[in-house]
């Protein structure tokens, strides 16, 4: 049977258009796939980190299916729709591609960690028959679906502490796994969820909905905590902050985690290649902070630490 067929639209968009232009896509009728900003992965003394060109526009990807309209209306309809937005948006490349099938799906599948299940939403009934703990996570544009050591340490320890009643900080939130998990597990609402990747917002709304979490039990707050307009949006004081980016972003969030952090609060700090740990530790042990549980997958540590 042939396979229908999909116009893939390929433009370049201007790095500061992106959030604005990815929410306008997102209530077109054209299908968001991705986008892609211009990076180099660098590989340092402080573990893996990557370079971002912001003067070189991001990449963008835009499906459509032809439902046996000519290539030339299609384009002409999107030239249209991206109009307003030159010359920070341009169309560069139209690929004519088949449907893809759900093969993809398969390296996405159910994993315990705990007590608990991560799953996709497409993951069988069958396959978690009898699971009652389960955390419906969908991979998506946002870091974060369950499957890396270092969410999964955390997720560890957090179904070890009293969540109930806590005030949650997560500074990295990606998909919002972490943030999730909290809300569903008696942290105070809503919870505040930090991350720089203007995608973050939608990935958090539909993975909460998918939990049958209401999408106000979690604030989304996109930028750097470090940038004066983004701090003042985070909460006064939180009793648990979490951190999951990297060793060298852990010690840069250290101003945020002494004014925020209450008293007798705890932090997570996770995405931590094993040879900065000490660095890490270091710095922290500095304004009084002391390692007081461990988690290490590979070459990725996560630690629970106290004043």
């Given at each position: ?77 999107l030239e249209a729709f991206i109009a307003p ?43 978690l028959a009898g699971k009652e703990k389960i ?86 707050i996109i930028g750097d905590p470090l940038d ?80």
């Amino acid at each position: 049977m042939q396979k229908n067929e999909w116009l893939k639209y390929i433009l370049h968009v201007a790095s500061e258009q992106e959030e604005a232009f990815v929410a306008t896509v997102l209530d077109s009728p054209y299908t968001f796939g991705w986008t892609e900003p211009r990076i180099e992965v660098l590989v340092t003394e402080n573990g893996y980190d990557y370079e971002e060109n912001h003067t070189l526009p991001i990449t963008a990807y835009l499906f459509e299916p032809m439902n046996g309209e000519g290539q030339d209306v299609l384009i002409q309809r999107l030239e249209a729709f991206i109009a307003p937005w030159k010359p920070d948006v341009e169309l560069a490349l139209v690929e004519v591609v088949e449907e893809e099938n759900d093969s993809w799906k398969e390296a996405y599948q159910e994993v315990e960690v705990g007590d608990w299940w991560i799953a996709p939403s497409w993951t069988p009934a069958e396959r978690l028959a009898g699971k009652e703990k389960i955390l419906w996570i969908d991979p998506g544009a946002a870091f974060g679906t369950g499957y890396h050591g270092t969410t999964q340490d955390i997720l560890l320890f957090l179904q070890e502490m009293k969540l109930a009643g806590k005030r949650v900080l997560d500074i990295g939130t990606g998909s919002g796994i972490l943030s999730i998990f909290a809300a569903m597990n008696g942290a105070v609402l809503p919870i505040y969820a930090v991350d720089i990747n203007p995608q973050t917002n939608y990935e958090v709304e539909q993975n909460l909905l998918q939990n049958g979490r209401s999408p106000q039990e979690v604030t989304v707050i996109i930028g750097d905590p470090l940038d004066a307009d983004t701090a003042k949006q985070l909460p006064p004081e939180a009793d648990l902050i979490l951190i999951n980016i990297g060793g060298d972003e852990d010690i840069a969030m250290l101003p945020i985690v002494e004014r925020t952090l209450a008293r007798d609060g705890e932090i997570i700090l996770s995405g931590i290649v094993e040879w900065i740990l000490p660095k890490v530790e270091t710095a922290y042990g500095r304004i009084g902070f002391h390692t007081v549980a461990k988690r290490q997958s590979d070459e990725w540590v996560t630690l629970v630490m106290k004043r």
